[in-house]
């Protein structure tokens, strides 16, 4: 009986849990940047929209308290 194959079972086991970890963290990194790039697209959209409605205000006519074009 070979009383290291224990022992070796066991490190077989903790290098597949490694490997699947290290695995997962790759996924979690490509998930994580795919969502930071989102979110900037995202910002930058808003940011468009909230000047396109600036320029819009600006672009209107005052008006007076009576809330009549002047």
């Keep these: 009986m070979n009383t290291m ?16 970890t290290e695995l997962a963290l790759e996924r979690t990194e490509k998930m994580l940047a795919e969502n930071i790039a989102l979110c900037s697209r995202i910002r930058a959209q808003r940011c468009l929209v909230e000047a396109a ?3 819009v205000e600006i672009g209107r006519p005052a008006s007076n308290e009576d809330g009549l074009k002047a």
């Design 5 to 20: 194959e224990p022992h070796g079972r066991a490190m077989a086991d903790a290098m597949k849990r490694i490997k699947r």
């Design 53 to 55: 409605y600036r320029l």
